[in-house]
C-alpha cells in the first residue's frame, strides 16, 4: 500500500525531553510538511522541505527541529524550548508544492506533556 | 491572523439532507482546496479548485469560487452519517511562501441517520 505513516500514534512526554515523530512515506513525493492542530483549531505549519537536506521555517517553527536525510523520511523533534507542545501532529506530502496539487496526510500523532 | 474562515463553525442535519459549508479569505489566491478531517485521524484532500476557475464536482462534492467576493463554498449532496466529520478550505496565497497552505478552523459537520 502507498501512503504515508506516522509513529507512534500516542506519545507522552516529560517536561524538558526531547521526543522525536516518525513521518515515513512511499509515494515518491518530494515535499513533505508538518503541522501542529490544537483542539478546534485549523492546522499550523511547522516545517516544509520541497528536496532533500533542504527544509524551511513555517509559521511556528521555534521550538521544533527537523531533518531530510532521505526522500522518504521527515522526522520532526519536538524540543524542551517548545513551551506548550502538548497537540495533533500531522505529516503530509505532495507531488509538487503546496497548493499546487493535493496534499497527503499521515494519520497523526498525539503529544501529551506529563 | 486567519486566511480562511469556515461558516458555520458547526452544522447539524438529517441524513439525505444537503450540506453546505462557506470559506472565506482574505488575499489573492493562487487556488483553495477542500479538506475532511474524520475526528483523530488525518486530513483527506476532497477538491481543488484554481482562481481562474467558478465551479467543480465530484461526485456528491460541488465546490463554487468567486474571487471577486473572496469566498468558496462547499455543497454535498444528499448527505450520509458517513459525511459525519470536519471540512477545512486550505489556501495558497498570490506571491506567498512556496510551502504554506493555509488553513481555515473548519466546520464540523453532524449528519444525524
Known amino acids: 500500500d502507498g501512503g504515508i505513516t506516522q509513529s507512534p500514534k500516542y506519545l507522552f512526554r516529560k517536561e524538558g525531553q526531547n521526543v522525536t515523530l516518525s513521518c515515513e512515506q512511499n509515494?515518491?513525493?518530494?515535499?513533505m510538511y508538518w503541522y501542529r492542530q490544537d483542539p478546534g483549531q485549523g492546522l499550523r505549519l511547522i516545517y516544509y522541505?520541497?528536496?532533500?537536506?533542504?527544509?524551511q521555517k513555517g509559521d511556528i517553527a521555534e521550538g521544533y527541529s527537523v531533518s531530510r536525510e532521505k526522500k522518504e523520511s521527515f522526522p520532526l523533534t519536538v524540543t524542551s524550548a517548545q513551551k506548550n507542545p502538548t497537540a495533533f501532529y500531522l505529516c503530509?506530502?505532495?507531488?509538487?508544492?503546496?497548493?499546487?496539487?493535493?496534499?497527503?496526510f499521515g494519520p497523526g500523532t498525539r503529544l501529551t506533556v506529563l | 491572523s486567519q486566511q480562511g474562515e469556515e461558516d458555520p463553525q458547526a452544522l447539524s442535519i438529517q441524513e439525505g439532507e444537503n450540506a453546505t459549508m462557506n470559506c472565506s479569505y482574505k488575499t489573492s489566491i493562487n487556488n483553495l482546496q477542500w479538506y475532511r478531517q474524520n475526528s483523530g485521524r488525518g486530513l483527506v484532500h476532497l477538491i481543488l479548485i484554481r482562481s481562474n476557475e467558478r465551479e467543480k464536482h465530484s461526485g456528491r462534492l460541488r465546490v463554487t469560487l468567486d474571487t471577486s467576493k473572496k469566498s468558496s463554498s462547499l455543497l454535498i449532496t444528499a448527505s450520509r452519517a458517513a459525511d459525519t466529520a470536519s471540512y477545512f478550505c486550505a489556501t495558497r496565497i498570490y506571491g506567498g511562501s512556496q510551502g504554506n497552505l493555509i488553513f481555515g478552523k473548519g466546520t464540523k459537520l453532524s449528519v444525524k441517520p
Open positions: 509515494l515518491n513525493h518530494d515535499a
Open positions: 503530509a506530502s505532495s507531488i509538487g508544492l503546496a497548493g499546487q496539487s493535493e496534499q497527503f
Open positions: 522541505s520541497q528536496i532533500v537536506n533542504d527544509f
